[in-house]
């Protein structure tokens, strides 16, 4: 019977949404976490000249044939859980066969991908995104990725207004057992007195966008969905990320023009799904920040009722738009 493939970490409530909307409608769902390889998922794949991979995925409660896996949802499972007991060597090897084979096999399979982690991997990459949108046709801020603080300087020089500064990769990370976040922040004339710590690591800096407000566009297949994002607060304006209580959302149309560039942008990227960032202008000229091929998107599914899990559900089953 042909089975959707969900893999996941198994507390990640948006994909219970999707998963639920799945199942309403009967369709068979198979869902893993790749944490649950190897000490409780089993994997067989077998391969030859005169046939593709056969075998099959199995846990203590239910098995799956790998031929009847039509689409595979991937949103950002666990690591692999490995036996206690090995060295730190042992358990880097075996991760290392773990991510190989288990990884190898299942993204080699022929399905719908919601998004294939090859491509996920790549459309991670901030520069890659903002290459691939300007040859789109997307508005991009005038862009400086650096560690030299001199190139910091001549940048803010050249930039008529403010410039801001946001990280290249994942805002968060744990430090004393305690998540923290990097905000975009505006730089002052007094903070580009001292870039001290600037060579450290690669930094992002980019022109401030006057704004009137942000879209979240979330796309998933040919469906865009679009809410408008209000910052209340002035940190909220500057991040709307930093302040969630101040913000208010609305549903919105997507320029017919942008719409384009986005679809551009997905095909050329490999994706299905993202999770968009754009700046509104006072004018109404929409300028693109950045795409999440694993974006968050429940909360303005909470706030809008846009329908964003069954759109997710639709790409899986291969329900037209």
């Known amino acids: 019977m042909p089975t959707i493939l969900v893999i996941a970490a198994r507390d990640d409530w948006p994909t219970d949404r999707v998963v639920n909307v799945l199942t309403g409608r009967g369709a068979r769902v198979f869902r893993m976490d790749t944490a649950d390889f190897p000490q409780q998922a089993t994997l067989t794949g077998r391969i030859d000249a005169r046939r593709g991979w056969a075998g099959g995925l199995a ?6 044939d790998l031929s009847d896996i039509e689409a595979v949802y991937f949103r950002a499972p666990h690591q692999f859980r490995l036996p206690h007991g090995m060295s730190q060597p042992e358990r880097r090897f075996a991760a290392a066969q773990a991510r190989a084979g288990f990884g190898g096999v299942i993204t080699s399979l022929t399905a719908r991908w919601v998004n294939h982690p090859a491509a996920m991997t790549r459309a991670e990459y901030k520069p890659v995104q903002l290459s691939t949108a300007r040859e789109c046709g997307l ?11 001199d190139a910091v300087k001549a940048f803010a020089e050249d930039t008529p207004g403010p410039i801001i500064c946001k990280p290249v990769a994942s805002p968060v990370f744990i430090e004393g057992n305690e998540l923290k976040t990097v905000y975009t922040r505006c730089l ?9 710590g600037i060579d450290a690591t690669a930094h992002l ?22 809410a ?37 942008l997905m095909g ?22 950045e795409a999440n091929p694993c974006g968050q998107w429940d909360w303005i599914q909470g706030a809008t009722g846009l329908p964003i899990a069954e759109a997710i559900a639709d790409e899986l089953q291969g329900v037209p738009a």
């Open 205 to 226: 800096f980019q022109a401030w966008i006057d704004k009137a407000y942000e879209v979240r566009l979330t796309i998933a297949g040919d469906r865009l969905l679009a």
């Open 268 to 289: 050329r990227l490999g994706l299905r799904f993202a999770a968009l960032d754009f700046v509104v202008s006072p004018s109404g000229a929409w300028t693109f920040l």
């Open 139 to 149: 508005t991009i801020p005038p862009t400086l990725v650096t560690n030299d603080p």
């Open 59 to 64: 846990t203590p409660h239910r098995a799956v």
């Open 228 to 264: 408008e994002v209000h910052a209340g607060s002035a940190r909220g304006h500057e991040d709307w990320r930093s302040d969630y209580g101040s913000l208010t959302y609305h549903r919105t149309d997507t320029p017919a023009d942008v719409a384009d560039g986005v679809r551009c």
């Open 188 to 196: 002052s004339p007094h903070d580009l007195v001292d870039l001290d």
